[in-house]
C-alpha cells in the first residue's frame, strides 16, 4: 500500500511540475511557452502597453522573480532602466547575471545599430546595438533556440521534451514564415519615418527604408526644429507612411501628416501592444498596418 501511494506522489508530482519562468516581455513568454510547453509556468513582468525601456518596478515584480527558477530578458540596454535594481533585491541566487537561471537573449542575436562610440549628447543610446530585435519574424528561431538550449540545462530531466517541442515549433514556424514572406513579396518599395527606432529589424529584413525619427535622438522629445526639417524630408521624398508606436505621444505624428499627407500607422512592438494574442497575430498586424 505504502509503495503504491509512492508511486502516486511521484507521478501527480510529475504530472504538475512547472519551472517558473520570468520574462521581461511578452514576446519572450510565448516563445517561452511554444518551447516549455506544460512545464512551464511563464511569467511576464512587464505590460507590452509600456515604453519597455522604463517600467515601473513595483513590489509585486520582486515577489515574482523571488521564486522564479528562470529570468530571460531581452538585453541590448533594453531593462537597463528597471531590471537591474530589481534582480539586486529579488533574494533569489538563480536568476543574478551569470548564475544558471539568467538567460540575456541579445547574446544570441546579431545585433545592428552598433554605435562606434557612446555619448549623452547622443541621447539614450544602447552600447550593444539596437535592442528591439524581436520585431524580425526570422529572429524568433533564434530566439527560441535559446530559450530551448537554458531549459535543456536547468531542467535536464526533460530535455527531449524541450527538444521536441522545439522542433514542432520551428517547423510550425517555417511554415508561417513562408506563408508571410510571400505576403510581403507584394508589398515593396517602402519608405517610412519613426516615432523612436523600433522597427529597423523588420525594416531591414524587408528592405524598406527609414528616413527619420521623429524624436531628434532616441529619448529626447520632439523639437519644433527637427519637426520643421522631418517635415520637409517627408515632402521632398514622397514618404507615405509614419510609424507610430503605442506608448509615445501621438499629436507631433498627427501633426507632421497634416502637413505632409502621410499616414500615421499604429505598429505594436511587442504582441499584445494591439491586442495581439498569439505570435503570428502580432506580426500579421505589423505586416498589415505597414502594408496598407
Known sequence: MKKILFLTLLITTGLFASLRVDTTYSTLGAITKKVGGDLVRVTVLGSSKYDP????????????????DLLIMNGGGLELGWLPPLIKNANNA????GAKGFLDISHYIPMIDVPTSVSRGFGDVHAQGNPHYTTDPHLVPL???AIAQ???????DNATIYAENLDN???????YLTKFDTKMS???DKKVVQYHELFNYFLRRYNYKSYGTIEPLPGIAPSSKHTIALINTIKKNHIKLILQDVYHERKTAKFIASKTGAKVMLIPHDMGADGSKTLEEYYNTIAKNICR
Request: glycine fraction near 0%; aromatic fraction near 8%; charge should be positive.
Open 53 to 68: 525601456h522604463f517600467i515601473v518596478p513595483k513590489p509585486s515584480l520582486l515577489a515574482k522573480l523571488n521564486r522564479a
Open 186 to 188: 507584394e508589398c515593396k
Open 94 to 97: 538563480k536568476i543574478q547575471n
Open 169 to 175: 515549433f520551428l517547423s510550425e514556424w517555417k511554415m
Open 150 to 156: 537554458k531549459l535543456e540545462t536547468i531542467d535536464s
Open 143 to 145: 530566439i527560441a533556440k
